[in-house]
């Protein structure tokens, strides 16, 4: 039914339907970005600016210390860190020494850390200090192939009085550094002091695995996403052309922490076409980030809808300049419209762009044009190289029409590998259709006439009631018209009364404006205007109102927590 690809006609000018197959590796690009923009600033961190000449020499004395120890091709590198300078020092070093990465979130718990360290078969861990007290130190003996440990602290980059002053002030977290029976301990500073700027030749290709990245879900333990240097390297050149991205020309800036792939590629994106970036350690402090914005001018923006919300709400931001801005781009998340709104108006109109994607797919599968037309409320159009369908949600075998809700697959360059050791797993995933592999998404949506893609739910969040589907996300963006919704996720609770059903439940957390009004009454006002703004089966039959809703590492609503028996 699809196979026409609609979206064709609304690329932009000078973007073609496809990209080159990857004939490089992202290791080629780094040492191509680190030769044509040696003099160029690579990032800005806390007011420190490393350029890319420096880079290029820290990443090359990791790299020589992963080559010391016989660290190479099929062997993986954990990085345990928030966004500083060291995890793209570790990075680069890491993939040209010939190693996969795998980011470790600086949120898991001793267990979780564990369960991933062991999975990945992980050799070397980059931590931070304080994590390596608190928790490596309850763990080391449950990870046997780790061997190396590499802990490092937040501010070690940072000039001697900011790094003292910090520590003394306890604004800075600090953790102290013990040996490990059976392990090597090395600390970041003393390795790059050790070791000399030789990276060891390495014959990396564009199927060699480039990362490992993890992907949660709502059942089973996380899984790892093989990703090649062919996969990333697509989706990078698929975005530049997408975006009009000069090389070595722009500046990003971005919340998304790198241990999630959409901070990654966007770190990653920096390193490798030459741009500058400005390192947000904690997206929570809006004002260290708009301190930022005003000091180093950003032309591209990369954030979850509600950390642009937080921003929208931080005085300092509606004072920016965002002449220069050319793109805030808006993903991993449903964004309000009432919010989308509000940013496009401060930024500029046409400058905020949704996007979809998804760890498997390196990450971008969809996006808005850049200059032409955009359709709030959709994640867009599928990006060059890119073959989407909506099939049936209950054989996945049929393609449905346009207009109709059904799960998206996809095929293209940027899909992943598979899932690492784990082949049933990644046979559900990846499956054959007349001779061609497909990944399904387990996202549900619509596709219109013009081949633009609106997400409808996760196939996960979609509840029964009572054999109706409702859709989460549908439920949700009425209720944000509503005046007293700050934010509020809808999740379904078993039925008592009838096996197999759910009962929709609201959870809500009330706007400003609302938190000191009585609470049974702004329950019957939004039980009222439920009843008259959705069909009998998607009304809430419960609401709960809680000071602040579970906001996942990457500040999505964390729809798990919430759930009982989570």
């Given amino acids: ?36 923009f040696a003099d160029r600033a690579a990032l800005h961190f806390m007011g420190v600016t490393q350029k890319f000449r420096e880079l290029d020499l820290l990443s090359r004395r ?25 995890y793209l020092i570790a990075h680069a070093g890491a993939l040209r020494a010939g190693c996969a990465a795998t980011g470790v979130s600086p949120l ?30 309850k763990i080391h003996e449950k990870v046997a192939k780790l061997s190396h440990i590499v802990p490092t602290g937040i501010a070690d980059f940072l000039p001697w009085p900011k790094r003292t002053l910090g520590r003394l002030l306890k604004k800075i977290p600090t953790g102290k550094i013990s040996p490990l029976p059976g392990k090597t301990v090395i600390h970041f500073r003393r390795l790059l002091e050790s070791y000399p700027p030789k990276a060891p030749k390495i014959d990396i290709k564009p199927e060699n695995i480039c990362l490992i990245q993890y992907t949660g879900g709502t059942t089973g333990m996380p899984k790892g996403a093989e990703l090649t240097h062919g996969n990333m390297v697509s989706n990078l050149l698929q975005s530049k052309q997408w975006l009009d991205t000069k090389r070595g020309g722009e500046i990003y800036i971005s919340g998304f922490p790198f241990f999630h792939l959409a901070g990654l590629m966007y770190g990653m994106s920096g390193m490798g076409l030459g741009n500058t970036q400005i390192l947000i350690p904690d997206p929570r402090n809006t004002k260290h980030i708009c301190d930022e914005f005003a000091r180093y001018l950003p032309t591209a923006m990369a954030n979850v809808p509600s950390l642009y919300q937080m921003l929208l709400a931080e005085p300092m931001f509606k004072t920016l300049n965002f002449t220069q801005v050319k793109a805030c781009l808006s993903g991993a998340a449903p964004f309000p419209v ?57 054989t996945g075998e049929r393609e449905v029409a346009v207009g109709e809700e059904g799960e998206i697959i996809a095929r293209g360059p940027q899909i992943m590998k598979g899932y690492w050791k784990k082949p049933e797993e990644t ?11 497909w990944l399904y998404t387990g996202d549900v949506a619509k596709m219109d006439a013009d081949g633009y893609f609106t997400i409808v739910d996760r196939a996960k ?59 049974d009454a702004i329950e ?31 500040g999505k609503v964390d729809k798990k927590a919430l759930r009982p028996n989570k």
């Fill in 524 to 554: 019957r006002e939004l039980m009222q205007y439920c009843h008259e703004n959705m069909a009998p089966y998607k009304r809430p039959k419960s609401i709960e109102f809680v000071e602040s809703l579970p906001l996942t590492a990457v």
């Fill in 427 to 437: 046979a559900h995933a990846m499956r054959s259709i007349r001779g061609e592999t």
């Fill in 1 to 36: 039914m699809h196979d026409e690809k609609p979206w064709l006609k609304h690329y932009d000018a000078g973007v073609a339907p496809d990209v080159p197959a990857a004939d490089t590796t992202y290791a080629h690009m780094l040492e191509e970005s680190f030769s044509d």
């Fill in 62 to 86: 990791f790299a020589a210390f992963l080559g010391e120890i016989g660290c190479g091709p099929g062997d993986v590198v954990g990085i345990n860190l928030p966004n500083t300078p060291q």
């Fill in 461 to 519: 969040d979609m509840l029964n009631v009572g054999g109706f589907k409702v859709f989460s996300k549908e439920v949700e963006e009425t209720l944000y018209e509503h005046p007293a919704i700050q934010f509020c996720a809808v999740i379904g609770l078993p039925n008592p009364e009838r096996p197999g059903s759910e009962v929709v439940k609201a959870v809500v957390q009330l706007s400003a404006n609302f938190k000191d009004k009585d609470r």
């Fill in 108 to 137: 898991l718990t001793p267990k979780e850390m564990a369960y991933q360290l062991n999975d990945c078969g992980a050799r070397v861990l980059v931590t931070l200090d304080a994590i390596f007290e608190q928790r490596v130190t």
């Fill in 338 to 394: 009432d919010s989308f709104s509000a940013l496009e108006a401060l930024v500029g109109e046409g400058k905020v762009i949704e996007v979809y994607g998804m760890t498997e797919a390196s990450p971008l599968l969809t996006m808005n044009p850049f200059r032409g037309l955009k359709k709030i409320g959709t994640v867009g159009i599928p990006i060059q190289s890119t073959h989407m369908k909506l099939m049936d949600l209950e």
